[in-house]
């Protein structure tokens, strides 16, 4: 039973990442840091060929899930995942859509 394995408070954080994780731009950003990469964001949107507010704002939304984690280094800030497994999860998206 999940009960088991998960907590009601632990179910809730899984589903509030997943909700984050949950659409293109953001699956993007996660693809670019997939392995152990640390970016800033000019970084990021220059490889994604998007606006700087619009990858900013998706960023800020996998920090507040806690997904991303972030730092400042004089004028940049550079994000990298906070659960390396979350790369799984993306390999296992790109497995799934690819077999369809």
Sequence with gaps: ????VFSDDKLDKAAMMLKA???PVRISI???????EKLNVT???TKLNM???K??????ILKTHNVLCASREGKNTFYWMKHESVGKIIDCLRECACNN
């Design 51 to 53: 606006g700087q507010s």
């Design 55 to 60: 990858v900013s704002h998706h960023l800020g």
């Design 43 to 45: 970084e990021i949107f």
């Design 30 to 36: 996660l693809c670019l840091l997939k392995n152990g």
């Design 21 to 23: 994780i949950a659409h």
């Design 1 to 4: 039973m999940v009960k088991e």
